[in-house]
């Protein structure tokens, strides 16, 4: 078996003291090494193959190279897939590697905290504030919506109240909600029904009507068939995402009726095959591939990397949210 490279072999082949190799390989600022010797070092990790222990490293560090994103228990969809992709290549500019992990049923994460030992965590669900003081105390860089705005509507982005806006420029003023029924959506349906309650209340328009909805075309007639034979008909229909205004879609078909004649339906997030149903479907569009990034760059602000990232990672920390904005199309 051949034996692994260590960083005295390196210090050795260019000719200086593990301390300097230290120094070089893992880009620490302040100390006076010149270029000459920062070129010998890393010529000889490159001609001998040298690699650095991750674990050695840790412990020496008392965290990994990791950046750990926390998701809620629910289904992957393409905007959280993107705001994952988006994340991973922003952290991996800086030397460091995104690991997403949905929130663990058992032990929460401190738990999991503890056993990855993460440089920074990026929170994609809120957390109960005894786990949250409980990372506060280890000094771990937290990145969360949650916290770092004081708005509590903040994590939905805006959705909401661009749905009920939208729709009440349209003229409607009886509103129906569409969402998942399945607990682990909970926090998001949560804020977003939060979100359009203050729209409506804000534009002097009834509280909105709430219908938990699962994707099954039966359901879903089931509850257009409710809000349109009302004593008050629900005219216009907020989802919850565009699945949800897909199976809205189909509940108004299995009685015969059409978007946004009958129902305006409105979805979020504009999937790809939003523009393909029938009628095409009018939505929210979140540019997850920017949230993505702003999560990643205020969860690397404050760590101990090379100067000339983290400063530019530090300024980018406090940009605004990303801005929402509606795809007009014929449903409504």
């Known amino acids: 078996m051949n034996r692994r490279v260590t960083s005295n072999d390196v210090a050795q082949a260019a000719g200086v003291s593990r301390a300097t190799v230290s120094y070089v390989l893992n880009g620490r600022t302040g100390q006076s090494i010149s270029s000459a010797t920062r070129g010998r070092v890393l010529d000889a990790a490159r001609d001998l193959g040298y690699a650095p222990s991750t674990a050695a490293r840790t412990l020496r560090r008392g965290r990994s190279d990791l ?94 109240a661009r749905q009920v806006q939208h729709l009440a420029e349209a003229g409607h003023q009886r509103i129906g909600v569409a969402v998942p029924p399945e607990s682990g959506y909970a926090w998001r349906v949560d804020v977003r029904l939060a979100a359009i309650e203050d729209a409506c209340a804000r534009l002097h328009l009834p509280p909105p009507v709430v219908a938990r909805l699962g994707l099954d075309a039966g359901e879903a007639a089931a509850v257009v068939g409710r809000w349109l034979e009302g004593p008050e008909p629900v005219t216009a229909a907020c989802a919850f995402d565009d699945e949800h205004a897909f199976a809205l879609l189909a509940g108004l078909a299995a009685h015969g009726r059409t978007a946004p004649e009958d129902l305006a339906v409105i979805g979020a997030e504009d999937i790809p095959l939003a523009s393909l149903a029938v009628p095409p479907l009018t939505s929210v569009s979140v540019d997850a591939q920017s949230l993505g990034k702003r999560f990643a760059r205020m969860a690397i602000s404050s760590l101990d990397l090379p100067e000339n990232e983290a400063g530019a990672s530090g300024q980018s920390a406090e940009s605004p949210l990303p801005p929402v904005r509606l795809v007009r199309r014929a449903s409504a």
């Open 67 to 160: 950046v750990l994103m926390l998701l809620p228990p629910e289904p992957l969809g393409r905007a959280l897939a993107i705001i994952i992709d988006a994340a991973s290549e922003e952290v991996e500019r800086q030397g460091l590697r995104l690991v997403a992990h949905r929130l663990p049923a058992q032990g929460g994460a401190p738990s999991l905290v503890q056993s990855l030992a993460p440089a920074a965590l990026i929170l994609i669900t809120p957390l109960p504030e005894q786990e949250l003081a409980a990372l506060a105390a280890t000094g771990l860089r937290v990145a969360s919506l949650h916290q770092a705005q004081e708005n509590p509507l903040a994590p939905d982005l805006g959705i909401g």
